[in-house]
């Protein structure tokens, strides 16, 4: 059976002061997108109120603008993709493998508290689905819980976008709060690069995250071998 996965998208265009422009950090999404093409597996977009999905203008640019994000804007199907997105209400998640939160500041404000993501997640991971995220996109986690109460991140080895790469991007003073702290407070075992800005990826189960925009390709390798695994053990 041909195996599917749900990306998840923001629907923010704009940090607290409007000036400042954020959404989608469109290589996030292209990069992964590609490596699950590869594999064969259907893909769907969801984003907490549906619709359309903002981009991230620093994301369009070079270095961050590369091949795959240029190919998927000059694709019309592609973009249209992006314009209309799925609603969580919408999303059957015994439908789907594995779940793949994007990043983008954009997703600070309206992954946190989606309940809809949220209970997508949850049936997945409890029923030995992968769980992903990349960059930012760790955010859409840190107020899942567990059938039991629990957070889903406590206790788990993960990683997203430290501290130290908000301060070097020179956007601490625009977050409106600190990702890596609120997953500690969690009790996520939070990892991160020796680096700033250095590909890493951190697997704990079926938990797999990526710490920055340079990770996305080697997290969905890690998503396709957790998914790879579990297609083995039910055929076994």
Not at 43 to 59: D, H, W
Not at 122 to 134: H, L, Q
Request: hydrophobic share 35%.
């Amino acid at each position: 059976m041909t195996k599917r996965v749900l990306n998840v998208v923001t629907n923010v265009s704009h940090y607290n002061d409007p000036s400042h422009t954020t959404g989608l950090w469109l290589s996030e999404l292209t990069h992964a997108w590609h490596v699950f093409a590869e594999h064969g597996y259907e893909q769907t977009l969801v984003s907490p109120t549906g619709g359309a999905v903002p981009l991230e203008p620093r994301a369009l640019r070079y270095p961050n603008y590369d091949k795959t994000a240029k190919a998927w804007r000059a694709d019309p199907e592609k973009t249209a993709l992006l314009e209309d997105t799925a609603s969580p209400d919408q999303i059957d998640p015994a439908e789907y493998d594995a779940i793949y939160f994007t990043g983008g500041h954009a997703v600070m404000y309206d992954f946190p508290d989606s309940e809809g993501l949220q209970s997508i997640t949850r049936e997945i991971f409890e029923r030995g689905g992968i769980v992903s995220s990349v960059c930012h996109g760790y955010c859409g986690l840190l107020n899942t819980r567990l059938s039991d109460g629990s957070y889903l991140i406590a206790g788990r080895k993960m990683t997203g976008f430290a501290w130290t790469e908000e301060v070097l991007a020179r956007v601490d003073k625009l977050v409106p709060y600190n990702a890596e702290e609120k997953a500690k407070q969690r009790g996520a075992l939070y990892q991160k690069a020796a680096l700033p800005f250095i590909p890493h990826v951190v697997t704990d189960g079926n938990l797999v995250t990526g710490q920055n925009p340079g990770s996305a390709k080697a997290t969905a390798k890690k998503v396709v071998e957790g998914i790879e695994g579990n297609a083995s053990k039910e055929r076994g």
